[in-house]
């Protein structure tokens, strides 16, 4: 190695980018660098040398085609005389919905369970395991076709509940109807609706507006309302109660909201063969969502009791001896500690519900792969492009979805003075 002792900025040579330390690596960076995208120049240039001896070539004016197929679940409005760009775009909304509602029902359902394996009484530790390791150790697929088993056939037929004496009941206060084909949950009704606003096909209602605006203001009146209880604790020493002026800032706002627009459920109501007034949810997200869930669910339980014992035992006995309830000290003492090992394998269980969503194919569920990767792909014959579409949206959909949890990670651990 080259070493310079008698001089602090001695002539540059051209060796100096191999032998010494302060160019070396840039320059095994730039030669990475330049074999990486001549490897990418050769990749493509070959991708469009093939493509041409079959006689196609790269575009994607099929987007704007007629797409000719239906979609069952639309959080949209679309009809099979749209492009396969929205068709696309409903998929998307697709994915998005089942892995949003599955990360949430996975880490409540992981939250709990990892707390209880740790639990003293033994009949519920050793049942949180036997969960765990089942729902660890059997591939996702089968979970899928398992809970679409289920659900086909234990579930009884919508016209099951007609009459003085049904075959089957309604379950949760006569709201939730699950049938064999559908899952009939009850609607959000008003009885003074504000109106909407006109987006095209799609429309924005003004009660919705309301809402979203409320709790924004809120929740900046709740940031304000704790930095001040801060300033007040770090001048004073003592810190004020201000739980019930937070909660009034969220809950006041929002029951009036409720009685002024008259916000009631609608629950389903059998009409003919089928129930109506209601939201008749397709049993092929319903599948999906329950065995992510569930499958989810166990690897964040375990992630959640390693990070409990990640924390020290002392902090435990402290909060006990403070006079801490166990239930208090759990959440206001272990958790938060434990939230600096917790986030950063949260977000790959994120990331994983994410992209093991497009196992939707295997009960019919048109998200994203069953729309572009799927019926489109098969109609227009453009499955590079399809290919690529999908590959580019799943990967901007991980990236978001690490940068969020980067950010929320940033928040949570444990600052340094």
């Known amino acids: 190695m080259v070493t310079y002792t008698g001089a602090d900025n001695p002539p540059f040579r051209l060796s100096m980018l191999i032998y010494d330390r302060r160019y070396r690596s840039l320059t095994l960076q730039a030669i990475v660098f330049i074999l990486v995208m001549l490897a990418a120049s050769w990749l493509i240039d070959n991708t469009l040398r093939n493509l041409s001896a079959m006689g196609k070539t790269l575009s994607f004016d099929f987007l704007f085609r007629r797409a000719g197929y239906d979609i069952p679940q639309q959080l949209i409005p679309y009809n099979s005389d749209d492009t396969h760009l929205r068709a696309t775009v409903i998929g998307l909304l697709n994915t998005l919905l089942v892995s949003i509602l599955g990360c949430i029902a996975a880490t409540i359902l992981g939250v709990i369970v990892g707390v209880l394996r740790l639990s003293s ?175 989810t669910g166990a690897f964040i339980a375990e992630i959640v009791r390693a990070g409990i014992l990640a924390v020290s035992r002392g902090q435990t006995e402290a909060a006990f001896a403070l006079g801490l309830r166990p239930r208090r000290t759990m959440s206001l003492v272990v958790l938060p500690q434990a939230l600096r090992v917790i986030v950063p394998p949260l977000i790959s269980q994120y990331l994983n519900l994410t992209k093991n969503s497009s196992l939707a194919i295997a009960v019919g569920y048109m998200d994203l792969r069953g729309t572009l990767g799927g019926t489109t792909l098969n109609q227009t014959g453009r499955e590079m492009e399809a290919m690529v579409l999908m590959m580019g949206i799943y990967l901007a959909l991980s990236l978001i979805i690490s940068a969020g949890m980067n950010i929320f990670n940033s928040r949570v651990k444990l600052k340094e003075r």
Not at 125 to 137: D, G, I, K, Q, S
Not at 210 to 232: E, H, K, S, Y
Request: with cysteine.
């Open 121 to 295: 009484n033994w009949l519920i530790a050793r049942l949180m395991t036997v969960y765990v390791e089942v729902f660890r150790n059997i591939p996702l697929l089968l979970w899928i076709l398992v809970c679409l088993a289920i659900f086909t056939e234990v579930m009884p037929p919508p016209n099951a509940y007609r009459g003085e004496n049904p075959a089957a009941n309604m379950i949760l206060f006569d709201m939730i109807a699950p049938t064999n084909r559908y899952t009939a949950i009850p609607s959000i009704g008003m009885t003074n609706p504000p109106g909407t606003i006109s987006l095209g096909r799609e429309g924005i209602s003004w009660a919705f507006i309301a809402f979203a605006v409320v709790i924004a203001a809120a929740w900046t009146g709740w940031r304000v309302l704790r930095n001040w209880a801060q300033r007040v604790q770090d001048r004073t020493g003592k810190r004020p109660r201000t739980w019930w002026i937070s909660l009034a800032m969220f809950v006041v706002p929002v029951l009036f909201l409720t009685w002024y627009f008259g916000l009631h459920l609608v629950p389903p109501v059998l009409r003919g063969f089928n129930f109506a007034d209601g939201i008749n949810l397709d049993n092929a997200f319903v599948v999906l969502w329950l065995a992510l869930t569930l499958y």
